[in-house]
């Protein structure tokens, strides 16, 4: 039985709010970073606690503006997980550094245990991936940064909303260097393309914002309002990162609104949870007890030696039922471009391949309706239940 339409992986919910906000801007005549980026950086500053906060083009630009500010160069290594998006990794490599994968625990996050064992002395930091919104065992990863002597740069491109330890990712309270989250169209709070860095050190603060547009000691808003401000230097070579008010002008309204969305996705979660629990051809996604997972996926496990189809004609099967279902994410090491490196044994993560073809990431956003996620939940157990009586047809045992 097919959905009356189309139920996409992910929709971005923009109300009213944010298309007047955002033709306010295109009327002011300012569209580039101006006040409303300003603004946005406040409200985002004050919403996780993080003590500095920069507006990016996108959490690719936050994570190599940390990387290049925190001095990482050729000759270093940056730790981080095989299962993440190639962004993660692609940072690292154009800084001239080398990455190194460590491997992943049962829930899809980086392993600690594994992080230790690949630090060597050329290790400078580590980037942890929170992965669905579930937060890593930061605890454990500070440790060793503090007992090593390396900077810690979150990756919390599905961490818009996550608590960990009561507290925002980022707030005041953690030890992180940076924290550099996602906006992208699909994310949970989105300005359609753009980012976030934030970091409770002032001076990687100032260095990042130069960095982010052309290493420029004036920004284009600051010289437009201060009258007669022409003149400007260039302090080192930077990059062109930063974000436009078109787009903070969505964010501004996105962010408060994130509360509710986060409230939305933790129900519809739990409602797949309860829905699919008891089915043992399936193993549901896990939640936290160190803090808040923000719910930015629902990867669902499965348990392939008890079906006779694969994870792709699983899918294939939801979209026949006007399902939309993807893979988050296929490991490093399967690409082509890392292959040579992320192959050699002091890189091998064994856990990350292993999890890997099990992984199906269901719809998940706001804008779902209840109906929509028990019509889902419904047809994984079809499919499921189809792939059990194929099974019990072809050994005799069933009529």
Same mark, same amino acid.
């Given at each position: 039985?097919?959905?009356?339409?189309?139920?996409?992986? *992910? @929709?971005?919910?923009?109300?009213?709010?944010?298309?007047?906000?955002?033709?306010?801007?295109?009327?002011?005549?300012?569209?580039?970073?101006?006040?409303?980026?300003?603004?946005?950086?406040?409200?985002?500053?004050?919403?996780?606690?993080? @003590?500095?906060?920069?507006?990016?083009?996108?959490?690719?630009?936050?994570?190599?503006?940390?990387?290049?500010?925190?001095?990482?160069?050729?000759?270093?290594?940056?730790?981080?997980?095989?299962?993440?998006?190639?962004?993660?990794?692609?940072?690292?490599?154009?800084?001239?550094?080398?990455?190194?994968? !460590?491997?992943?625990?049962?829930?899809?996050?980086?392993?600690?245990? *594994?992080?230790?064992?690949?630090?060597?002395?050329?290790?400078?930091?580590?980037?942890?991936?929170?992965?669905?919104?579930?937060?890593?065992?930061?605890?454990?990863?500070?440790?060793?940064?503090?007992?090593?002597?390396?900077?810690?740069?979150?990756?919390?491109?599905?961490?818009?909303?996550?608590?960990?330890?009561?507290?925002?990712?980022? *707030?005041?309270?953690?030890?992180?260097? !940076?924290?550099?989250?996602?906006?992208?169209?699909?994310?949970?709070?989105?300005?359609?393309?753009?980012?976030?860095?934030?970091?409770?050190?002032?001076?990687?603060?100032?260095?990042?914002?130069?960095?982010?547009?052309?290493?420029?000691?004036?920004?284009?808003?600051?010289?437009?309002?201060?009258?007669?401000?022409?003149?400007?230097?260039?302090?080192?070579?930077?990059?062109?990162?930063?974000?436009?008010?078109?787009?903070?002008?969505?964010?501004?309204?996105?962010?408060?609104?994130?509360?509710?969305?986060?409230?939305?996705?933790?129900?519809?979660?739990?409602?797949?949870?309860?829905?699919?629990?008891?089915?043992?051809?399936?193993?549901?996604?896990?939640?936290?007890?160190?803090?808040?997972?923000?719910?930015?996926?629902?990867?669902?496990?499965?348990?392939?030696?008890?079906?006779?189809?694969?994870?792709?004609?699983?899918?294939?099967?939801?979209?026949?039922?006007?399902?939309?279902?993807?893979?988050?994410?296929?490991?490093?090491?399967?690409?082509?471009?890392?292959?040579?490196? !992320?192959?050699? !044994?002091?890189?091998?993560?064994?856990?990350?391949?292993?999890?890997?073809?099990?992984?199906?990431?269901?719809?998940?956003?706001?804008?779902?309706?209840?109906?929509?996620?028990?019509?889902?939940? *419904?047809?994984?157990?079809?499919?499921?239940?189809?792939?059990?009586?194929?099974?019990?047809?072809?050994?005799?045992?069933?009529?």
């Amino acid at each position: 039985m097919k959905y009356p339409e189309y139920i996409p992986l *992910s @929709r971005p919910q923009i109300d009213e709010d944010e298309i007047n906000e955002v033709v306010e801007t295109m009327r002011s005549g300012w569209l580039t970073t101006g006040e409303k980026t300003m603004r946005f950086e406040r409200d985002f500053r004050a919403y996780t606690g993080a @003590r500095h906060a920069l507006g990016v083009n996108s959490c690719t630009a936050g994570l190599h503006l940390a990387l290049v500010a925190l001095g990482i160069e050729e000759g270093d290594e940056v730790i981080t997980s095989p299962l993440t998006f190639c962004a993660t990794v692609n940072c690292i490599i154009h800084t001239g550094a080398t990455p190194v994968l !460590a491997d992943i625990l049962p829930n899809g996050n980086i392993d600690p245990a *594994s992080i230790e064992r690949r630090i060597t002395a050329r290790t400078r930091a580590i980037i942890p991936v929170h992965i669905a919104g579930l937060p890593c065992d930061m605890d454990a990863i500070w440790a060793l940064a503090h007992e090593y002597g390396l900077k810690v740069i979150e990756d919390a491109a599905h961490a818009a909303g996550t608590h960990y330890h009561g507290s925002h990712i980022g *707030s005041l309270q953690s030890p992180s260097d !940076a924290v550099a989250y996602s906006f992208y169209a699909t994310k949970n709070l989105t300005t359609g393309e753009g980012g976030m860095v934030t970091t409770n050190d002032r001076d990687l603060a100032a260095h990042m914002r130069v960095l982010a547009l052309h290493g420029i000691s004036r920004d284009a808003w600051k010289r437009y309002t201060q009258s007669g401000n022409w003149y400007y230097e260039v302090l080192e070579p930077g990059f062109k990162y930063n974000l436009s008010d078109l787009q903070s002008a969505i964010g501004i309204h996105q962010l408060r609104k994130l509360e509710q969305f986060t409230e939305l996705r933790s129900y519809y979660a739990a409602l797949y949870t309860r829905l699919l629990e008891d089915v043992v051809e399936l193993q549901t996604p896990p939640d936290t007890s160190d803090g808040r997972n923000a719910w930015h996926l629902y990867m669902l496990r499965l348990n392939v030696d008890r079906l006779t189809i694969d994870r792709a004609e699983f899918i294939e099967k939801l979209k026949d039922r006007n399902i939309g279902a993807s893979v988050h994410f296929i490991p490093i090491p399967l690409h082509p471009f890392f292959a040579p490196w !992320a192959n050699r !044994a002091e890189n091998r993560c064994p856990q990350a391949l292993q999890l890997y073809p099990r992984l199906v990431s269901l719809p998940l956003f706001p804008a779902m309706y209840e109906e929509q996620v028990c019509f889902i939940a *419904s047809a994984v157990k079809e499919i499921v239940y189809e792939s059990k009586k194929s099974t019990l047809v072809a050994t005799g045992t069933g009529d």
